[in-house]
């Protein structure tokens, strides 16, 4: 007998969520104040519900995936709310990006009625739900995010543990940050060169194939921005290790194809250390080396 699942919110992510669920089969019964999703849906073998309590009463799992805190305490906690509908041993998976201090709420009074709640935040956007490529950043008991994870791999390429309940809207509140900050910058540096009158269609060029064009990789406490090749054969990184908010490493290396032939590869290395505490306060260590491999 397949799983029983609720999925309650159907805008531009929730509704492809839905429809890969109805894909792989599970009996499913979606909820949504506009008419048009549900029907969508309908057409792929959902059931459709008139309230949110008629989803909680049907449900195994109850996915939610609306606009705001407000909402999502309203639409669990609220007086017509699922919790109070829902059977001991069914789970909430919370969807919506809200402050984790909510979906903590919800999960002690979902504790009394021995219903498990987990957020589940993801990031991949409208084409990833689409594509069934989405990444979960998932809080809770391992208990409840095992119980749900069959649900959340009809949607998702990679399900990321992070903790107890609110670590993965913490992970995704901070994901959100780095690409938030990212956009701002790109946003000023456009603003600047149009009131400086550059062409901006040329500016895209230049930073496309510039070192403003970065991919970042956070590996522990080290950060790492790859940019672009801005000569043939080199690609130039820059790697910033974090071990403390009083002390920073910036390291910068590239790698240079000498012979495409015999993938002859050198490595150059330079490093820079700046510890702002204690007594060496303003001190800075450098060193280099050069390394050659072949493979």
């Not at 201090?101 to 504790?111: M, Q």
């Not at 956007?125 to 809080?139: D, K, P, T, W």
Request: with cysteine.
């Amino acid at each position: 007998m397949q799983t029983k699942v609720g999925f309650i919110g159907l805008g531009q992510i929730g509704k492809p969520m839905a429809i890969n669920a109805a894909k792989k089969g599970f009996d499913l019964m979606v909820y949504d104040l506009q008419e048009q999703p549900t029907m969508e849906l309908a057409a792929s073998g959902a059931k459709i519900a008139v309230s949110a309590k008629e989803v909680a009463a049907h449900s195994e799992i109850v996915q939610i995936a609306v606009r705001d805190g407000i909402q999502v305490e309203a639409l669990v906690l609220g007086e017509a709310g699922v919790l109070a509908s829902m059977k001991p041993g069914s789970a909430i998976a919370v969807h919506s990006t809200i402050h984790p201090k909510i979906v903590k709420k919800i999960g002690a009074s979902a504790l009394a009625l021995r219903v498990g709640v987990i957020d589940a935040a993801i990031s991949g956007g409208e084409s990833g739900a689409s594509a069934a490529r989405l990444a979960y950043m998932v809080g809770g008991d391992k208990e409840w995010v095992e119980k749900c994870r069959p649900v959340l791999a009809a949607s998702g390429a990679n399900i990321f543990h992070v903790g107890e309940l609110g670590k993965g809207l913490a992970a995704k509140l901070c994901h959100q940050l780095i690409l938030c900050i990212n956009m701002i910058s790109a946003y000023e540096g456009t603003r600047l060169g149009d009131k400086a009158g550059v062409d901006l269609k040329l500016l895209q060029e230049i930073v496309h194939l510039g070192s403003a064009q970065v991919r970042l990789w956070i590996i522990g406490s080290v950060i790492i921005a790859v940019t672009t090749q801005c000569r043939r054969g080199t690609r130039f990184f820059t790697k910033i290790s974090v071990s403390s908010l009083s002390s920073l490493t910036i390291s910068g290396f590239r790698f240079q194809e000498r012979d495409s032939s015999s993938k002859c590869l050198t490595q150059s290395w330079v490093s820079r250390s700046s510890n702002k505490g204690g007594s060496r306060a303003g001190t800075a260590e450098a060193q280099s080396f050069t390394r050659t491999s072949y493979g």
